[in-house]
């Protein structure tokens, strides 16, 4: 990471794992990187057709959660394949243990689809529910 002004340029800084809570501009940059991450993986997917003329960007995100929409299963793959790989790029991890996955069809629940990242299984949110949904 490096700053840029008018005036002046730092040099290259290597940044590590983790956010320094007490430096106040260091959530705004994990943001930034996410939005950047973000945007770069949601070119893996077209937007999930809702129905009629609805329509909704594959990633939404909050801080360091995000979810992928998608019309399809194997639009869901890709996305998931590309954020592996771009979050190790960035060397940051997705936590599988973690995440859930829910898979719609035809308006009911499949249980029979299962998705990865990381090389671990995503459990189903009927396996394991969300305890919570922290702050």
């Not at 730092?10 to 320094?20: A, K, N, P, Q, R």
């Not at 070119?43 to 003329?53: K, M």
């Not at 719609?104 to 299984?121: E, L, S």
Request: net charge positive.
């Amino acid at each position: 990471m490096g700053f840029s002004t008018n005036s002046y340029n730092t040099d290259w800084i290597d940044l590590e794992i983790g956010i320094v809570v007490s430096f106040s501009i260091s959530p705004i940059l994990f943001v930034i990187a996410m939005k950047f991450l973000l945007k770069a993986a949601e070119g893996s997917a077209g937007p999930a057709i809702l129905g009629g003329d609805c329509y909704m960007l594959p990633l939404k995100a909050f801080m360091n959660g995000a979810t992928i929409i998608c019309s399809n299963e194997g639009e869901t793959r890709r996305i998931l394949e590309h954020l592996d790989v771009l979050n190790a790029w960035w060397r940051m991890k997705l936590k599988p243990k973690k995440s859930r996955s829910l898979s719609i069809r035809k308006g009911k629940i499949d249980a029979t689809t299962t998705f990865t990242v990381a090389n671990q299984q995503i459990p189903m949110i009927s396996q394991e529910p969300v305890k919570n949904l922290e702050r």
